[in-house]
DNA sequence: TAGATTGTTAATCGATTAACAATC
DNA sequence: TAGATTGTTAATCGATTAACAATC
């Protein structure tokens, strides 16, 4: 792999998005790719890929473009999906249990290695063979793990909660899926899986689809 | 209201955190809020909040600040809020049947009508009232409630299928949890619930908390 | 060679931030 | 009045796009 640049947080968020359409191509493809071909099957500007692609790539071949297999390697690598990074998730409702059962995030080197809850009744409870435990075993559990991320599902009025005692663990990075803003200090990433956001561009596209302009100037 | 301007996606993307942050404001608050204890609440930059209230809210007093009912009100009737939106749900799996028995979504003005699968043993299914149909009845339930919104929770290489499925039904907006790109005209809205997005930034965020520049410079 | 493609340098665009005037 | 706050105008910053040179 290349030399790691300093990366800007726009062109990060489209390494997965390239990553993903590699990975999903059929086998027999060409072993080659351009970052043109890419561009357009993305939907995307030809030059912005290019450039993305030359932060995290030793280099593709004029004429020729860049090899799929090791673009795939160079991406996993600069994204750390390599390595797998062990978790642990708060809150076992329902969308807790659906990211606990779901196994596609192997893939990107998270391994989720038990939910916590306040609930008893929750206890114990094995969803695809993780252990859901007592939030009272959440800081032994961290220490004794090694654990860096902590996942928020909890509802929103507990979530601050829950994330100063993942911080108390000494976790660095939250995956925060409560709707509510978490104060953490700045070393401590906080990383918003913003459903709310998705909706408000959604919703604001609908209005403007049903509401066209000549309404508008009324 | 104030008669709405062109608004960036930024712009739009940052208004559901104070939404959410208003909204969860003890009641014995007082009345007013000003921009600047929003903005330090949210660890964010004053002129950004005061610019981008100024955009939705006929304004706030100086000395004083925004009236907090009326700033959630104008949030809310921007955002879309307080008109529902119907929505259709392709996917059953877990992740599909969590999104559809959260009733959270309500206070976003957005309602999953019912979900489709098409596995028959998933079929009828209740979860929370809701009910699960076989995908064949997709087009039919669509064009005869008018839904304009699909959401897609199917696995990967399905999604695209999905998502050509619901724009025969004539849906305007996709949100798709799928992660992969979904092809679309340029006049339906695709906004990605990018899990992979996600786990990039908290990735490789704790690759740099792991290894300090020291190491780098190896 | 010609043409497709890469990578880089310069120009444009948009968003954020800073400075300041207006107001209660 | 003084000070906190709003809203606006100008400056800065960063990211995207365009133009071009290099390469196979």
Redesign the pocket.
């Known amino acids: 792999m290349v030399q790691k640049k300093e990366i800007?947080?726009?062109?990060l968020k489209?390494l997965p998005g390239y990553l993903a359409y590699l990975k999903n191509m059929p086998e027999d493809s060409p072993p080659h790719?351009?970052?043109?071909?890419?561009a357009n099957a993305l939907g995307?500007?030809?030059?912005?890929v290019?450039?993305?692609?030359?932060l995290v790539?030793?280099?593709?071949?004029?004429?020729?473009?860049?090899l799929r297999e090791g673009l795939i390697e160079d991406i996993e690598q600069f994204l750390g999906y390599d390595n797998t990074t062990d978790a642990v998730l708060v809150g076992a409702g329902r969308l807790g249990c659906a990211l606990l059962g779901y196994s596609g995030f192997e893939e990107y080197g998270l391994n989720i290695l038990a939910a916590f809850d306040s609930d008893p009744d929750k206890v114990g409870t094995d969803e695809s063979g993780k252990p859901i435990l007592h939030i009272g075993k959440l800081q032994s559990f961290c220490k004794s793990h090694k654990v860096l991320m902590g996942i928020v599902t909890v509802p929103a009025a507990h979530a601050q909660a829950a994330a100063d005692q993942l911080m108390e663990c000494g976790i660095k990075a939250i995956w925060n899926f409560a709707p509510v803003h978490l104060d953490a200090p700045p070393h401590i990433l906080v990383q918003n899986q913003n459903m709310a956001t998705s909706l408000a561009v959604l919703s604001v596209h609908l209005q403007a689809q049903m509401k066209p302009k000549k309404e508008l100037e009324q």
């Open positions: 800007s947080k726009s062109v489209r790719i351009s970052a043109t071909a890419l995307m500007g030809e030059v912005q290019r450039k993305d692609l030359a790539s030793d280099g593709g071949r004029p004429k020729i473009g860049y």
